[in-house]
């Protein structure tokens, strides 16, 4: 999103539409009553989760209102008391290494020492799962998981919404754990 | 020239020459900004001779050099900022530095590459692998109290290494979203995608219970949202698209895919390349339009 919002204004190109994130709507929607989520499948489970704020969404984009979107959706999916942020967060949050290509890029050493910051950042705060609401951080996220045995699991935001309102079916279920593999399942 | 000189091993009534803000007694040391000849009039105190002034301190003198190679380098990344991208007002503070998780590899920081590319040091500049470990998150500009744009300086500096020779990852991604124009760095066509999206969406309404009528438009005109979708999807975890259409569903929106410029992605803007960003960019840009969509959506 990043690249191509900012590749409008650098080449001035003309454009008669917006550049919006779906979490500024998902945040709309459920304050309107349209996406009708709630966190009752987490009340006894309190399954604990933390969130990544990505830099092109949030630092270089569109700045703390879209930090507090992505906190109203995520609170109000999981539980409020289920939620841990990371600090620092939002604008002042650590990049993850994902970005600019570090994926791609062909230093996998170099981009696991960046990662440190950002999975000390994630395990300090004790949760289960980290929602990366970007490609790419989804990607570096999941990888330092992996490479530093952290045990965490890397999720995409559409899935917890989609849990959260019992549309979430199985085979959808790719990046949970064990421990939500069966939850609210529709009927 | 007398660096560090122990006064118990100068003779009395010798004179020594130090800079003047270390004429101490017993120490002779550190740097000022002036030297000065000091007498040793015992073996514990110096006083300062009549001689004043004799030049500048000899530290000052060693510290840097620089040789001929005048930058270039950050004059022409000047050029392309607004306000040069306040490349020479930097404080040294430090601030960007200890907050960036790239501090240390290649033994580089953002300060130190800024105070590189200041010095004119491009030659160094160049052979660094840095540019390509810094993300350009943005956040050394972010805390910056000058709001210097090291980003962007970092940007540049990935064009100091021929396009050829840039990281081959993403090289080979920009190159593959060049050739057509759904702008995929994984090479998936207009008719990849259509096929994969039909697919999904066919074996969601006949095997999910209440989905018979879930929708995935693509090339639907006038739609309010034009939805682009991260290659990643459609071409190694298609699942992974089917929450984001119920969640579309049950709100109702008004929405299409295109077969044209859907993909999220856009590596060559890592790669630094300008002609090519652009391109991608337009191509994108023409797709929205051409459906008459109000908003681009991204998914993130």
Redesign the interface.
């Known amino acids: 999103m990043f690249a191509f919002r900012s590749g409008l204004q650098k080449y001035n190109v003309e454009h008669n539409f917006e550049v919006k994130s779906i979490i500024h709507y998902y945040a709309q929607w459920i304050k309107e009553g349209k996406l009708q989520v709630n966190s009752d499948w987490n009340k006894d489970l309190q399954i604990k989760f933390t969130v990544q704020d990505p830099c092109q969404l949030v630092r270089k984009s569109f700045g703390d209102p879209v930090a507090e979107d992505l906190r109203f959706v995520v609170k109000s999916v999981v539980g409020d008391e289920n939620f841990i942020d990371m600090v620092p967060n939002r604008s002042n949050n650590f990049c993850c290494g994902g970005g600019g290509g570090f994926l791609q890029a062909g230093y996998p050493e170099e981009r696991h020492a960046y990662g440190k910051i950002k999975l000390n950042q994630i395990l300090k705060t004790g949760a289960t799962y980290a929602i990366t609401p970007c490609h790419n951080c989804h990607a570096q996220i999941h990888d330092l998981s992996d490479h530093y045995k952290a045990g965490y699991h890397t999720v995409h935001l559409w899935t917890l919404i989609a849990l959260s309102m019992g549309i979430l079916g199985e085979n959808e279920r790719e990046y949970l754990g064990p421990d939500l593999a069966e939850v609210n399942l529709p009927e | 020239m007398h660096k560090k000189n122990n006064i118990n091993k100068l003779a009395v009534g010798s004179t020594v020459t130090v800079c003047r803000e270390a004429a101490r007694p017993k120490q002779l040391v550190r740097a000022a900004s002036v030297k000065q000849e000091f007498l040793i009039i015992s073996t514990k105190w110096v006083r300062m001779s009549k001689k004043k002034g004799t030049g500048l301190c000899s530290m000052a003198e060693e510290a840097i050099k620089l040789g001929e190679n005048k930058s270039k380098f950050i004059d022409k990344v000047k050029e392309h900022l607004p306000d040069g991208g306040n490349l020479n007002l930097c404080l040294t503070c430090g601030a960007c530095s200890s907050?960036c998780?790239?501090t240390?590899?290649?033994d580089m920081d953002p300060r130190k590459f800024l105070r590189m590319a200041a010095l004119g040091m491009d030659e160094e500049i160049k052979k660094s692998?840095w540019p390509?470990?810094?993300?350009?998150?943005?956040?050394c500009i972010?805390?910056c109290p000058m709001k210097i744009n090291i980003p962007q300086l970092v940007y540049y500096a990935r064009q100091l290494t021929p396009r050829e020779d840039r990281?081959?990852?993403?090289l080979?991604?920009c190159d593959v979203a060049l050739r057509s124009d759904t702008c995929s760095a994984m090479g998936a066509t207009e008719e990849d995608f259509q096929f994969v999206v039909e697919d999904v969406l066919e074996e969601?309404q006949a095997e999910?219970?209440?989905w018979e009528d879930l929708q995935a438009p693509i090339n639907k005109k006038g739609s309010y949202f034009?939805l682009n979708q991260?290659s990643?999807e459609p071409v190694t975890?298609a699942?992974?698209m089917?929450?984001?259409w119920?969640?579309l569903h049950?709100?109702?929106?008004d929405w299409t895919y295109g077969t044209k410029g859907w993909a999220?992605?856009?590596?060559?803007?890592?790669?630094a390349d300008d002609e090519a960003?652009?391109h991608?960019?337009?191509v994108?840009?023409k797709a929205?339009?051409d459906l008459g969509?109000?908003?681009?959506?991204?998914?993130?």
């Not at chain 2, 049950?250 to 929106?253: E, I, N, S, T």
């Not at chain 2, 969509?293 to 993130?300: A, G, I, P, S």
């Open positions: 907050g998780p790239a240390g590899l290649a692998p390509w470990l810094c993300t350009m998150c943005q956040r972010y805390v990281p081959k990852g993403i080979g991604s969601v999910q219970p209440g034009y991260n990643r975890e699942d992974e089917i929450p984001l119920k969640i049950k709100v109702d929106a999220a992605e856009n590596y060559c803007m890592f790669l960003w652009e991608i960019t337009r994108k840009a929205v339009e969509c109000k908003v681009w959506l991204n998914t993130e």
